[in-house]
């Protein structure tokens, strides 16, 4: 698997659209872990880039065919993921990405492991203004708020968030967990959240441990 792997990674590497896509399917065709392609093969491809793009051998457009080539395949491997929820719902969520965060790879994720294992997403989008997070807790009542954030510059939307929920009650009625590149356990402490999911699979088991309690 490790060659097929970095296969995955190179072709979102070099932004190769075509060639992702034909991975995706081909991953599937075989019956890969498709988890594992994702996490170990595509998103190792696109967290490259970045890498290179912090070190100035990337450029903007480098980056955003890099994006584009993992979005590809994530809409062939995503829907296969989902499938395998189906059974009763064990509760709902509400994500979305904070108020000026634009990046949506994690997030929807995020979304594809929660609706692969049986809870009912609300899934917002991305750059989701901090009031609109209180507007749809309130609408649909969800027993978790999830929000993503990408920038060190867009991370406060996740405290200021948590304090509008508490300024308009409905805070102790939702349990909230926070993720994203620079978010950490002790972020989500400082801010008040309850949780902090490092990944998406453990976003998912965050989510059921909150449940629970
Ligand atoms: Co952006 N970007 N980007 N970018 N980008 C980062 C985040 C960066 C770290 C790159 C770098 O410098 N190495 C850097 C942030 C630096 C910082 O703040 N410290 C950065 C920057 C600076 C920017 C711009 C400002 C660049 C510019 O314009 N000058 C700009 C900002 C735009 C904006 O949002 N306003 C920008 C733009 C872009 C693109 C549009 C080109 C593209 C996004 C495309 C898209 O999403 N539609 C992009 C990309 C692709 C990245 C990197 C390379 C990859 C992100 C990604 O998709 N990862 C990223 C570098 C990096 O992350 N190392 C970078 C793959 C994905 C599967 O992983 O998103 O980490 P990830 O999600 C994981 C976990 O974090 C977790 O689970 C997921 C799956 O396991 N998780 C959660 C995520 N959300 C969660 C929520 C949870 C729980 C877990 O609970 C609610």
């Excluded at 659209?17 to 995706?24: D, F, G």
């Excluded at 491809?45 to 290179?52: T, Y």
């Amino acid at each position: 698997m490790k060659e097929f792997f970095s296969q995955c990674e190179k072709a979102v590497l070099e932004g190769d659209k075509e060639r992702s896509v034909r991975l995706a399917g081909e991953a599937l065709e075989k019956g890969h872990d498709i988890l594992g392609v994702i996490e170990k093969g595509f998103s190792v491809g696109v967290r490259g880039a970045g890498a290179l793009w912090e070190q100035g051998e990337y450029f903007l457009p480098d980056l955003a065919f890099a994006a584009e080539a993992m979005k590809a395949a994530m809409a062939i491997l995503q829907p296969e993921l989902a499938k395998k929820g189906g059974g009763r719902t064990r509760g709902r969520v509400v994500l979305g990405t904070v108020q000026g965060d634009i990046h949506d790879i994690g997030r929807s994720l995020v979304t594809t492991m929660l609706l692969a294992n049986n809870y009912e997403v609300v899934d917002l989008g991305a750059d989701v203004p901090d009031e609109r997070f209180v507007s749809e807790v309130a609408a649909h009542r969800p027993h978790v708020l999830g929000m993503s954030a990408m920038l060190t510059t867009t991370m406060s939307g996740q405290a200021r968030v948590i304090a509008l929920l508490e300024e308009n009650g409905l805070r102790d009625d939702v349990k909230v967990i926070v993720g994203g590149a620079p978010t950490s356990e002790s972020w989500a402490e400082e801010i008040g959240a309850d949780g902090h999911g490092e990944s998406a699979v453990a976003a998912v088991r965050l989510a059921g441990a909150l449940l629970e309690d």
